[in-house]
T-cell receptor, first 116, second 116 residues
Framework: GAVVSQHPSRVICKSGTSVKIECRSL??????MFWYRQFPKQSLMLMATSNEGSKATYEQGVEKDKFLINHASLTLSTLTVTSAHPEDSSFYIC????????????FGDGTRLSIL | AQTVTQSQPEMSVQEAETVTLSCTYDTSESDYYLFWYKQPPSRQMILVIRQEAYKQQNATENRFSVNFQKAAKSFSLKISDSQLGDAAMYFCAYWGPQGGSEKLVFGKGTKLTVNP
């Protein structure tokens, strides 16, 4: 149980386009999902906390207008990188927790984003 | 703010031998959780083991065990009978009440190499 699906796994697109990444909890409900960014050979950096039915909470230094987060249901959160540029190229990974529990976060398989 | 420190950027071990990865953390909280996550080259984040701070008994999962020293704020991971498939980045993580949020705080990671 506690499977998190992230799609797509790999995206290559031109500079200036917008890219949407989906994060789904397949067999549990998640009122809270998390979006991370990971640079090569570095740890995960939390970008924002996504709350179902409300606005996301962004970490300091993360542009909310650049990284749009929508958490419209208890099983789906999306991250849209708007007007992507080469410096946005990175590995993005989401996680989710079972609502109202002390269970650990379960991670998606990540999305490798390459902006040309 | 809570911090997690992994002082060993890289470690290596011979197949079938035992290796210990270090992790220390800083918190003023008394109730929290600690985790070790494994990230193989595929970049999936895989939960290896978790420890609740209120439990004195060290967690164990098959070949993986921890040495949790709450007073010293230390949480090391021991891998016994190391296998080639254990080669990965290992991240120590802390989760606890932080102003009402549910953020995981990660260390910078330790790259484990298993030599045949």
């Amino acid at each position: 149980g506690a499977v998190v699906s992230q799609h797509p796994s790999r995206v290559i697109c031109k500079s200036g386009t917008s890219v949407k990444i989906e994060c789904r909890s397949l067999d549990f409900q998640a009122t809270t999902m998390f979006w991370y960014r990971q640079f090569p050979k570095q740890s995960l950096m939390l970008m924002a906390t996504s709350n179902e039915g409300s606005k996301a909470t962004y970490e300091q230094g993360v542009e909310k207008d650049k990284f749009l987060i929508n958490h419209a249901s208890l099983t789906l959160s999306t991250l849209t990188v708007t007007s992507a540029h080469p410096e946005d190229s990175s590995f993005y990974i989401c996680s989710a927790r079972v609502s109202g529990s002390n269970q650990p976060q379960h991670f998606g398989d990540g999305t490798r984003l390459s902006i040309l | 703010a809570q911090t997690v420190t992994q002082s060993q950027p890289e470690m290596s071990v011979q197949e079938a031998e035992t290796v210990t990865l270090s992790c220390t953390y800083d918190t003023s909280e008394s109730d929290y959780y600690l985790f070790w996550y494994k990230q193989p080259p595929s970049r999936q984040m895989i939960l290896v083991i978790r420890q609740e701070a209120y439990k004195q008994q060290n967690a164990t999962e098959n070949r993986f065990s921890v040495n949790f020293q709450k007073a010293a704020k230390s949480f090391s991971l021991k891998i016994s009978d190391s296998q080639l498939g254990d080669a990965a980045m290992y991240f120590c993580a802390y989760w606890g009440p932080q102003g009402g949020s549910e953020k995981l705080v990660f260390g910078k990671g330790t790259k484990l190499t298993v030599n045949p």
